[in-house]
Each structure stands twice: as structure tokens, then as C-alpha cells.
């Protein structure tokens, strides 16, 4: 599952009489399994294209395709790392990955373990009841990367992931979520 193909996408931005072409004629086949980054400069249209990718906006031209269905909204089968802070400030460290669990209806004890398996795996088991604004910016990101991971999506798109870490922290990041993708 998570093939991704991406056929002709488009993305304009209209403001007045001011159009912003984000995307333009952009084709990629993304096979199952497969790991790949997208480079460029700032402003270039990464983020628009992860975006539309999640199904969080639209294209004003193309389509994409996952596992040969189209796009057309966000979808439990990717998650989404994003740039910024998305975490719930007035919910625990814990809370924040149950999450998702909690709302595909997964009992407390179960949301619990896995909620605490994956904060072990970012290093944050100890940190598990504090408050996000709590954690340093490095620790935000690890637990942003925990609550996408503990919904088990079959697509992974991470907006830069690792840019608040130490490179100690990415490396180790790294390797998991690599130990992760193939165990």
C-alpha cells in the first residue's frame, strides 16, 4: 500500500488580479516501499506539493493518485510531519500521540501502550506527562514525529522533519525511522 503517482499537478494561488503559479506540470511515480526527499529552494513549491499530496489543498490542474485512487481530501492512509508546531497545548505529551488512536475509537489501555511505545522510540518516554510547551523545540518535533507514526500510515510525508533537531538526535531519527520502515 502508499503507491503515490502524480500526474501534471498544478497550483495556482489567486489573489485579485495577482496569480502565484506554485506548480506547474509536475509528474512523479512513488512506488510502494520507496523513500524519497524532494529539494529546492525556499519558496519553490515543496511544501504546496507534500500538501497536496495529504490531500490538505487541492490542484488546480493534474490529479494524484494513491494506490491508484485519487486525492481528494486527507486521508488516515498518509500522515503528515509537518514544518511547524501542530501539537495540542492543552493535552499531555501522551495525549497528543493517543490522539488519532482515540479517534478511530482504539480503547484507553491500548492508546496508552502504543502512545508510550512510540515516545520511548523518539526518546521521550520520560516526558510523557508534560505540557508541549514544555518540551524544547527539538523535543516538539520528536513528539510531532510520534503522533504520525503511532496511526500507522502507509504514506509518510515529512515537511522538514528534522530541522529543529541536533544532529546527534536526526541521526538516531533517522536510523529508527528506518529500523521501522523495514522491520
Same mark, same amino acid.
Given at each position: =500500500?502508499?503507491?503515490?503517482?502524480?500526474?501534471?499537478?498544478?497550483?495556482?494561488?489567486?489573489?485579485?488580479?495577482?496569480?502565484?503559479? &506554485?506548480?506547474?506540470?509536475?509528474?512523479? #511515480?512513488?512506488?510502494?516501499?520507496?523513500?524519497?526527499?524532494?529539494?529546492?529552494?525556499?519558496?519553490?513549491?515543496?511544501?504546496?506539493?507534500?500538501?497536496?499530496? +495529504?490531500?490538505?489543498?487541492?490542484?488546480?490542474?493534474? +490529479?494524484?493518485? @494513491?494506490?491508484?485512487?485519487?486525492?481528494?481530501?486527507?486521508?488516515?492512509?498518509?500522515?503528515? @510531519?509537518?514544518?511547524?508546531?501542530?501539537?495540542?497545548?492543552?493535552?499531555?505529551?501522551?495525549?497528543?500521540?493517543?490522539?488519532?488512536? #482515540?479517534?478511530?475509537?482504539?480503547?484507553?489501555?491500548?492508546?496508552?501502550? &502504543?502512545?508510550? #511505545?512510540?515516545?520511548?522510540?523518539?526518546?521521550?518516554?520520560?516526558?510523557?506527562?508534560?505540557?508541549?510547551?514544555?518540551?524544547?523545540?527539538?523535543?516538539?518535533?520528536?513528539?510531532?514525529?510520534?503522533?504520525?507514526? +503511532?496511526?500507522?500510515?502507509?504514506?509518510?510525508? =515529512?515537511?522538514?522533519?528534522?530541522?529543529?533537531?541536533?544532529?546527534?538526535?536526526?541521526?538516531?531519527?533517522?536510523?529508527?525511522?528506518?529500523?521501522?520502515?523495514? +522491520?
Amino acid at each position: =500500500m502508499g503507491q503515490i503517482s502524480i500526474r501534471g499537478v498544478e497550483k495556482r494561488f489567486q489573489r485579485s488580479a495577482f496569480t502565484h503559479q &506554485v506548480l506547474k506540470g509536475v509528474n512523479l #511515480e512513488v512506488k510502494d516501499g520507496e523513500f524519497i526527499a524532494i529539494l529546492g529552494s525556499s519558496g519553490c513549491g515543496k511544501t504546496t506539493l507534500l500538501n497536496v499530496i +495529504a490531500g490538505l489543498t487541492l490542484p488546480t490542474g493534474g +490529479a494524484v493518485l @494513491v494506490d491508484d485512487r485519487p486525492v481528494l481530501g486527507p486521508g488516515r492512509d498518509r500522515g503528515v @510531519v509537518f514544518q511547524q508546531d501542530t501539537l495540542f497545548l492543552w493535552r499531555s505529551v501522551r495525549r497528543n500521540v493517543e490522539y488519532g488512536l #482515540e479517534l478511530r475509537g482504539i480503547p484507553a489501555s491500548k492508546r496508552r501502550q &502504543v502512545a508510550l #511505545e512510540w515516545l520511548k522510540l523518539v526518546g521521550l518516554e520520560r516526558f510523557a506527562e508534560f505540557w508541549p510547551k514544555e518540551l524544547s523545540g527539538g523535543m516538539k518535533k520528536r513528539c510531532q514525529i510520534a503522533v504520525v507514526l +503511532a496511526n500507522d500510515p502507509d504514506i509518510l510525508l =515529512m515537511d522538514e522533519p528534522y530541522g529543529a533537531l541536533d544532529y546527534s538526535t536526526k541521526c538516531e531519527l533517522q536510523e529508527e525511522l528506518l529500523r521501522v520502515r523495514y +522491520a
